[in-house]
Nanobody, 120 residues
Framework: QVQLVESGGGLVQFGGSTQLSCTLPESPFSKYVMSWYRQRLGKGAEERELVVVFRRPGDVGYGAIARGRFTISTDSAKNTLTLQMNNLTPEDTAVYYC???????????WGQGTQVVVAS
């Protein structure tokens, strides 16, 4: 089992920004394909939306919901990925989850989720 610790988020004003962080305390994130997903209120886990996938430096894919507004960055020394979220709207209100997937697709691991609420 791989531990992922998420932090950040909270209440944000319309049009504002926030940062989410995902730290792997025990494993280098370079071992995995890392992603951020979000789950809106009333939606099930199977309906989580892809925010961004980080395969390796220079190989990043943003979901349509994130393109142009969100940016992912990494800090190898801290083993942390940070998601910078800008120009937020109430549609971005959700629980955001960090996921690590083994590169051979053998397993995936999820963080506990961190909530972002965007006030209208």
């Amino acid at each position: 089992q791989v531990q992922l610790v998420e932090s950040g988020g909270g209440l944000v004003q319309f049009g504002g920004s926030t940062q989410l962080s995902c730290t792997l305390p025990e494993s280098p994130f370079s071992k995995y394909v890392m992603s951020w997903y979000r789950q809106r209120l009333g939606k099930g886990a199977e309906e989580r939306e892809l925010v961004v996938v980080f395969r390796r430096p220079g190989d990043v894919g943003y979901g349509a919901i994130a393109r142009g507004r969100f940016t992912i960055s990494t800090d190898s020394a801290k083993n942390t990925l940070t998601l910078q979220m800008n120009n937020l709207t109430p549609e971005d209100t959700a629980v955001y989850y960090c996921r690590a997937r083994e590169r051979d697709f053998s397993a995936e691991y999820w963080g506990q989720g961190t909530q972002v609420v965007v006030a209208s």
